[in-house]
Structures are given as C-alpha cells and as structure tokens.
C-alpha cells in the first residue's frame, strides 16, 4: 500500500508493470458506440519501443556476430537481441506526425534519426541495407548508439525533467478534482475513450482529434447531455492501430444525475454521429466498471475515500505515462489538460469535508485494470 503523495521507485516500478494495459487501443468489432469489450483490444505502438530500448539496455551483447570472409561479410552467429530485428524494423515506422519523445521512447527515434535510417530499405538481418552494410550491422550500430545516448549527461537530465513535469501536471489535476468535490457533495466520473474508425482512407491528424473534442466541449452549453457537467480532464494517446485518440475523464454534479452509464453512452453515440460525421468511434469504460477490481468512475460521494483514492490513483497513472514513455505533442498543444476549477466560495460552519490528500492507504495494483488481471 502506497501513500501517492509520495513518489519513490516502488510506485514507479508499479506503474511500469500496469503501464502495459493502460496503453492500449480500445479498437471494436462492431460500431455501436460505447460497447466495445475489454477482451476486443489490442497493444498500442509506444509500449512495445519502450520494452525494447528496456532490454537493450538490460544487456551488454550486441544482436549478431559478423564475421569477414574475402570482401564479404556474414553473420556467425545471431544473439538474443538479434532475435528482435524484426520487431526493431517494425517499430521504426510508428512515429507519428506532429509529437515528439522522451524517456526510453524518445531515446530510440532519435537515434534513428540521427543515424538517418529508412526502415522501408529494410528487409531481412542477413540482406543488404546499403551498399557494403547489412541489416545487421546496422542494427548492432543501432544498440551501440542507444547504449551510448543514455549515458550522457544530456538524457539523465530529460529523464530528471520529466519527473518533475509529471509531478507537476499530478499536483495540478489532484488539485483541481479536490476543488470539484470541495463544490459538489458527489460527483458523477465518466471515462470516455473518443476516437476514429480503424480504416478512414485519410489518417486523422492530431488537429482533426482536438478539434473535434473541443467542439464537443463548446457544444456543451447548447446540448442537455451537458447539463450538469461541471469539469473534465483529457489526455491525447497514440495507438498503431487507432492512431490519435483521447482519454476523456468528465465529471458532472451527482446530486442532479444517477445513471452514469447510460449518460456515457449516450455521449459516445453524440460523438459518433454528430461531432465526427460517423467518422469516430468511442469506449464507454462506465459500461464495463463491474471488469475493474479497483474503479474510480461512476457517482463518488465526497466522503467516499475509498473510492476518491481510487481516482486518485487512476489519476497518478495517467500523468506518470509520461515519465515511463516520455510522449508529448509539438507545438503549442498540451498533452493532459483539465477544465478551469471552480472558485471557492466561504464555506458556512459545520463538519469539515474529507479532502483526497489525506487518503494515505491504497490496496495493492489499486488502479483500474481488469479483475481478470490485464496487467502483466
């Protein structure tokens, strides 16, 4: 049990083990909004590049011996590394437009890039890259330029700034969920995941994706579904297979509302049809609630610790993917950002209500994953 005002390399270890089944793209094979499956999803892009540069770096052997017979060279012998060329080759492809990395991720597209490779002059470890130069060798350059990028000074100070932003952006959003209960006595938690069709003919652009939802969000005042909404947090993904996407948290005065997922439902099938011309598609994580062992979504009373902590901690876990893949959108574009906080106003004497700060105690993996253990 972890206190997540804290922030030690136990709780980091934690979210890297549940990092693999958060980052992925919740892709359906119907097209009713919001009753996608948890069963029905498929690994993203970023996790798989981070796994990758992690076992690099785990070992000191390169991915195949070479030997030179006359002016050819050969491959001796092939190591376990070298077992992962094709994954190697395959990941190079995944960087989308428009972003840019840290951490482990960012470590592996740039040094593709400085190393100027195209992946689709690729073919087999033991075929020619360029004139000369096998795609082995290549890839032995490869591990020896991620090995020596991540020693230098300058990455130890990214991976250092990247820990204080993710301290930052949990303090901010922390912050301004406890201002939204400090306003409302139960709050009504709806996770969304808005994104489009797999096959559009036209990749969807990360301004088509932002553009979209703050649509959504302007349409608020004039659609009913909006009512009682009273704040929101979104964060921007990537996935290989859904491309851009985001995960929406919205929250709504649970004094006024009870049914969340019919509401979610409703919002996802808004989505669909009106704001993406039935270009988008959208996951209903309410729906499926009953599939978490711990789950901060649905109506939170304010004196509800229990689950606020679990909000709380499925909060953390969203601002410390950036620490573990290091991903941001170029640009004046954000990330994660959330709604304007409500003021405060005086508060007439009485019993104090309970704030999510003083939850010290989490139970064990307390974030919403599947019961049936998603996670690995």
């Known amino acids: 049990m972890k206190d997540l005002r804290g922030d030690d390399d136990e709780v980091i270890h934690e979210m890297l083990k549940l990092v693999d089944y958060d980052l992925q793209t919740h892709e359906y094979n119907n097209d009713n909004p919001g009753t996608g499956k948890l069963s029905d999803l498929s690994p993203t892009s ?4 981070h796994d ?88 032995n350059e490869f591990l020896d330029q991620i090995r020596s990028k991540a020693r230098s000074e300058k990455y130890r100070r990214m991976v250092k700034d990247l820990k204080e932003r993710m301290k930052r952006n949990f303090t901010s959003m922390r912050r301004y969920i406890e201002a939204l209960f400090d306003e409302y ?86 989505w669909n049809r009106d704001i993406t011309d039935n270009d988008g598609v959208a996951f209903n994580c309410n729906d499926s609630r009953n599939e978490y062992k711990y789950c901060g979504i649905g109506k939170i009373d304010n004196a509800d610790i229990e689950r606020r902590t679990h909000l709380l901690y499925a909060l953390s876990y969203l601002t410390k993917k950036d620490e573990i893949i290091g991903f941001d959108v170029s640009g004046e574009h954000k990330m994660i950002t959330k709604g304007v906080a409500p003021k405060r106003q005086r508060v007439k004497p009485g019993p104090k209500r309970k704030k999510m700060a003083q939850t010290t105690a989490l139970p064990e993996h307390s974030v919403m994953v599947p019961s049936t253990g998603g996670a690995s």
């Not at 096959?199 to 994706?209: F, H, K, N």
């Open 185 to 270: 006595s139960k709050l009504l938690v709806l996770r969304i995941d808005f994104g489009y069709h797999r096959y559009q003919g036209v990749p969807i652009s990360l301004e088509r994706i932002l553009d979209d939802f703050q649509r959504l969000l302007n349409n608020r005042r004039q659609n009913s579904l909006f009512r009682e909404m009273v704040g929101y947090i979104r964060r921007i993904e990537y996935g290989e297979d859904k491309r851009w996407h985001i995960h929406a948290i919205l929250f709504f005065n649970g004094q006024e509302l009870q049914n969340h997922s019919a509401l979610a439902y409703l919002i996802c099938e808004y």
């Open 52 to 139: 990758f540069v992690a076992r690099v770096l785990r070992v000191k052997a390169t991915g195949f011996v070479m030997e030179k017979i006359d002016d050819r060279t050969l491959i001796r012998d092939t190591l376990p590394l070298g077992k992962r060329f094709n994954t190697f080759k395959n990941l190079l492809v995944l960087q989308p437009e428009n972003a840019k990395f840290y951490g482990l991720v960012g470590l592996f597209f740039e040094c593709a890039q400085e190393m100027q490779i195209n992946p689709f002059l690729l073919s087999k470890a033991g075929h020619e890259y360029l004139k000369g130069k096998l795609g082995a060798e290549l890839f």
């Open 46 to 49: 970023l996790w798989p590049v």
